[in-house]
């Protein structure tokens, strides 16, 4: 089974993109973020043309969204509300297979790493908070977790440790949140069991880098986690470099995720 997670920015503007994702790459289960549309104007039928047949998906007018399109049929789904708001960073699925996925979008956090004078940041500390608290209350046998958590939590997930330090996405109470929620809940991080933490990882270049592959200004925003008792079924897991060459591309690229299933 092939699960894949990709902050799309935009599925509507992105469409295509993503169906060219899922037929050259065999996708089983895509997995988006930042659809940004209602769910009136969200694509399916596009999704179901290509053999999605089976989906989830909360969105609003252009902010966040989330989404999960399969072939595999889901048998159940479900959201939960973060820090008090009803917007849409979260949905899960359990799958036929009995296999249960989680598709998070974390708060960015704004400019500012500092929770009293920036609202955003505060808020995105204090999701990462519900998170662990959350996960540290259920069973997550046979689960997978993907998103955009908009953290790099290691040295080599940002082009730069000593200069990114102060920057949101690699501060020392982000990073240290981030790897709390995965210790305490078990989490087996899949990026960094196929690929060393002394290797560098990205999945995000900004847009604001003229040449991205050149400056290679990247940093490891999103993210696949799987249950320790999946651990033994993992057979892959790719960073599809490439696609962010492809034309108006989205400033993330998808990770695939392989199970023997």
Known sequence: MRIATWNINSVRLRIHHVLRFIKEQNIDVMCLQETKTEDEYFPIFQFIDAG?????????????GVAILSKIPIKENSF???CGLNDTRHISVVLENNIKIHNFYV??????????????????????K????????????KTVLVGDLNVAPYENDVWSHKQLLNVVSHTPIETELLTKLINNSNWVDVGRKFILKHEKLYSWWSYRNRDWKKSNRGRRLDHIWVSKDLDAILKSFLSCKEIRDWEKPSDHVPLILELSV
């Not at 999605?52 to 966040?64: L, V």
């Not at 790493?113 to 920036?118: A, E, M, R, S, V």
């Not at 519900?130 to 046998?141: A, D, G, R, S, V």
């Open 80 to 82: 939960e509300l973060w």
């Open 130 to 141: 519900e998170m662990t608290q959350y996960f540290n209350k259920i069973n997550i046998k």
């Open 107 to 128: 708060p960015a956090g704004g400019d500012e790493p500092d929770i009293i004078i920036n609202e955003k940041f505060n808020h995105k500390i204090n999701f990462i």
């Open 52 to 64: 999605m047949k089976y989906y989830y998906f909360r969105g609003e007018k252009s902010y966040n």
